[in-house]
C-alpha cells in the first residue's frame, strides 16, 4: 500500500554514511618517528628485547629491554620482570627491575616499580608506587675539552703585587 522508494540522494547517503563507519576503525599509534611498535596484552616474552623504535608494552616481559634512542612505554597492563635501557621510560604498569632512562623516567599514578632508576630526570605522579634507589647524577662527557685539567691562577714572585700568572 505505501511504498516507498529510495530518491539518488538518500541512497548516496547511506553510503556516505557507511564509508564513514569503516573509517572511524582503531588506527595504529602514530608518532613523529613513525607507527610505535607494540607487544600486545596477551603477549609473553621470555628474552632479550632491542629496538631501534619507540615501543609500548601490553603484555608480559622476562629478560632485558634495551631502546638506546627511543621511547618505551610500559601500557596500565603490561607486567615486566627486567632491567630496562632507553632513551624515555614511562610506567603505567608494573616493573621489577632496574631502570636506566638517558633522558627521563615517569612513573604514572597507575605505575608500580620495584628496582634502581638511574636517570637525569624522575617523575613520579601522584599514586603511583616506587620501591627502590634513584641516580639522578648527570653523565660524564667525554671529550677532549672535558678532560683537560683547569688550570688554576697561581701568583708567582716575578709577578708584583695584583697580578697573576696562570700555570698549565
Do not use: Y
Amino acid at each position: 500500500m505505501f511504498e516507498r522508494k529510495s530518491t539518488k540522494q538518500e541512497m548516496g547517503n547511506r553510503t556516505a554514511l557507511a564509508a564513514e563507519v569503516s573509517v572511524s576503525a582503531p588506527k595504529p599509534q602514530v608518532t613523529s618517528k613513525g607507527i610505535k611498535a607494540m607487544i600486545g596484552a596477551k603477549v609473553k616474552i621470555s628474552g632479550d628485547i632491542e629496538s631501534s623504535e619507540d615501543l609500548l608494552i601490553e603484555g608480559e616481559v622476562n629478560g632485558t629491554i634495551n631502546l638506546k634512542d627511543n621511547e618505551l612505554v610500559v601500557g596500565n597492563s603490561g607486567r615486566l620482570q627486567a632491567d630496562i635501557s632507553a632513551k624515555t621510560v614511562r610506567i603505567e604498569g608494573e616493573v621489577q627491575g632496574d631502570i636506566t632512562g638517558t633522558e627521563r623516567v615517569i612513573i604514572c599514578a597507575s605505575g608500580n616499580v620495584q628496582g634502581n632508576l638511574t636517570a637525569p630526570r624522575v617523575i613520579l605522579e601522584d599514586g603511583g608506587r616506587f620501591k627502590g634507589s634513584i641516580d639522578m647524577g648527570t653523565a660524564v662527557k667525554t671529550n677532549a675539552a672535558a678532560s683537560k685539567p683547569v688550570s688554576q691562577a697561581v701568583p708567582t714572585a716575578d709577578t708584583g703585587p695584583g697580578k697573576i700568572e696562570r700555570s698549565a
